[in-house]
């Protein structure tokens, strides 16, 4: 209980009542010689001290944190070497970092699943990959740290992760990128409900990577000697972030940002509405809309196919040939009043009639013309929806994404000026 009621405190932000609370159960246990508890209290105020920034006294504790447990306690190793690699390297400690890593990495080795806690090794890696400066590597991590949190729901894992992450971007000098991850920390922790004190730490980081980034757009000497600008424009959740010209901008999300972003990262190339129509931003071959059953509300489908095999002109007249020989039959057989037999060759007459009309394009071209129209009308659509959007907030953003992005059967963005998109 006492464990749970801490858990409770941190994340209201009452840090102190949290490890009130840890040591109070720690007297305890060692009172009554648990040695389980002990170091399950000793692990909490570790982890605890390292989440809320105290590292000095996270760094002092350790020792005592490791000498609670055996060497093949495989579970408490994995517990106390992550937080340990991470707190290293707060101090610069890559070596420590390194070895502390390397007991989770034998462990992992072994074969066991270790579910969500492979989130938080895959943490360590990045901020590891990161202090050497694998900045791609790093990237990569956290990605992969990210998916595991959200695959085992453990959210407050990926707020502080993307807090993390934030931060060594923002040491890093990329300030844009950082915006992104910590806006998402703040999101993650105002949905579920996280104390103001989460909350105004992130923002802290914030102002800082914000100021940095204004600060360097502003200074006309600077804009004209760089040659290329990052901004952002990025989804994190149900929120995209826009960052242009040093302003941050965060908007609901809607279907014209995918297809804005989808045309971001491909400066020059033209892309047909149809499939932007069939894709977002992250997947080209998923459909728009889909209602909460799984049927489609509405959807453009970029995979409609053709409207069938087209004939060659031999093939067209040989289906005219056997038609007009049907015709000559069906008169034959109603001068010899065969009822019967008429009904038959009317019955072939049209469905030649009908397979003509389809290969042809009487049918099939007008549904494809339709198709191609409506994809034409709705994303056109809904990028000026989404660029008013951004209009309400950042009228240069709009109206350089305006004379940039034509839209029509083909859309293109025209990029004017060399500009880093971080997407």
Same mark, same amino acid.
């Given at each position: 209980?006492? &464990?749970?009621?801490?858990?409770?405190?941190?994340?209201e932000g009452d840090w102190a009542h949290a490890l009130e609370l840890l040591h109070g159960q720690l007297?305890?246990?060692?009172?009554?010689?648990?040695?389980?508890?002990?170091?399950?209290?000793?692990?909490?105020? %570790?982890?605890?001290?390292?989440?809320?920034?105290?590292?000095?006294?996270?760094?002092?504790?350790?020792?005592?944190?490791?000498?609670?447990?055996?060497?093949?306690?495989?579970?408490?190793?994995?517990?106390?070497?992550?937080?340990?690699?991470?707190?290293?390297l707060e101090f610069g400690g890559i070596d420590e970092a390194s070895m502390h890593l390397d007991y989770?990495?034998?462990?992992?080795?072994?074969?066991?699943?270790?579910?969500?806690?492979?989130?938080?090794?895959?943490?360590?890696?990045?901020?590891?990959?990161?202090?050497?400066?694998?900045?791609?590597?790093?990237?990569?991590?956290?990605?992969?740290?990210?998916?595991? %949190?959200?695959?085992?729901?453990?959210?407050?894992?990926?707020?502080?992760?993307?807090?993390? &992450?934030?931060?060594?971007?923002?040491?890093?000098?990329?300030?844009?990128?950082?915006?992104?991850?910590?806006?998402?920390?703040?999101?993650?922790?105002?949905?579920?409900?996280?104390?103001?004190?989460?909350?105004?730490?992130?923002?802290?980081?914030?102002?800082?990577?914000?100021?940095?980034?204004?600060?360097?757009?502003?200074?006309?000497?600077?804009?004209?000697?760089?040659?290329?600008?990052?901004?952002? %424009?990025?989804?994190?959740?149900?929120?995209?972030?826009?960052?242009?010209?040093?302003?941050?901008?965060?908007?609901?999300?809607?279907?014209?940002?995918?297809?804005?972003?989808?045309?971001?990262?491909?400066?020059?190339?033209?892309?047909?509405?149809? @499939?932007?129509?069939?894709?977002?931003?992250?997947?080209?071959?998923?459909?728009? /809309? /889909?209602?909460?059953?799984?049927?489609?509300?509405?959807?453009?489908?970029? @995979?409609?196919?053709?409207?069938?095999?087209?004939?060659?002109?031999?093939?067209?007249?040989?289906?005219?040939?056997?038609?007009?020989?049907?015709?000559?039959?069906?008169?034959?057989?109603?001068?010899?009043?065969?009822?019967?037999?008429?009904?038959?060759?009317?019955?072939?007459?049209?469905?030649?009639?009908?397979?003509?009309?389809?290969?042809?394009?009487?049918?099939?071209?007008?549904?494809?013309?339709?198709?191609?129209?409506?994809?034409?009308?709705?994303?056109?659509?809904?990028?000026?929806?989404?660029?008013?959007?951004?209009?309400?907030?950042?009228?240069?953003?709009?109206?350089?994404?305006?004379?940039?992005?034509?839209?029509?059967?083909?859309?293109?963005?025209?990029?004017?000026?060399?500009?880093?998109?971080?997407?």
């Amino acid at each position: 209980m006492p &464990w749970s009621l801490a858990r409770i405190a941190l994340r209201e932000g009452d840090w102190a009542h949290a490890l009130e609370l840890l040591h109070g159960q720690l007297q305890f246990s060692r009172m009554i010689g648990h040695r389980w508890s002990v170091f399950d209290s000793l692990s909490h105020i %570790f982890q605890t001290l390292y989440t809320i920034g105290e590292f000095e006294q996270g760094r002092g504790l350790l020792p005592a944190v490791l000498e609670a447990y055996g060497p093949q306690e495989q579970f408490c190793e994995m517990r106390t070497r992550l937080t340990a690699a991470l707190l290293a390297l707060e101090f610069g400690g890559i070596d420590e970092a390194s070895m502390h890593l390397d007991y989770c990495r034998r462990i992992v080795s072994e074969g066991e699943d270790w579910l969500g806690w492979m989130g938080s090794v895959a943490c360590a890696e990045a901020v590891l990959a990161a202090a050497t400066n694998r900045m791609a590597d790093a990237a990569n991590s956290f990605e992969r740290s990210m998916q595991i %949190f959200r695959k085992f729901g453990l959210v407050w894992d990926a707020a502080d992760t993307l807090h993390l &992450w934030g931060r060594i971007l923002l040491r890093a000098g990329a300030h844009t990128g950082a915006l992104a991850k910590l806006d998402g920390a703040i999101d993650v922790y105002r949905r579920h409900g996280a104390g103001p004190r989460w909350i105004e730490r992130v923002e802290a980081d914030r102002r800082r990577a914000l100021d940095t980034t204004t600060r360097q757009v502003e200074s006309p000497a600077q804009a004209r000697a760089t040659t290329e600008t990052s901004c952002v %424009f990025y989804q994190e959740n149900d929120h995209w972030l826009v960052v242009f010209s040093g302003r941050a901008t965060r908007l609901r999300n809607a279907k014209g940002f995918h297809y804005i972003a989808h045309l971001l990262r491909h400066p020059g190339v033209e892309v047909a509405a149809t @499939d932007l129509a069939g894709s977002n931003s992250h997947s080209p071959s998923r459909q728009i /809309t /889909t209602c909460a059953n799984g049927a489609d509300f509405g959807a453009i489908r970029a @995979d409609l196919g053709d409207a069938g095999p087209q004939l060659d002109t031999k093939a067209k007249a040989d289906y005219a040939r056997k038609i007009r020989e049907l015709h000559e039959e069906l008169d034959e057989t109603e001068r010899f009043n065969d009822p019967g037999r008429a009904a038959l060759i009317r019955g072939q007459i049209e469905a030649l009639m009908e397979q003509l009309k389809a290969a042809t394009g009487l049918r099939g071209d007008r549904k494809v013309a339709s198709h191609i129209e409506r994809a034409r009308s709705t994303v056109s659509k809904r990028i000026r929806f989404a660029i008013m959007q951004i209009q309400k907030h950042d009228r240069e953003l709009a109206s350089y994404l305006t004379a940039s992005i034509r839209t029509g059967y083909n859309c293109v963005y025209l990029q004017k000026e060399k500009i880093e998109w971080q997407l």
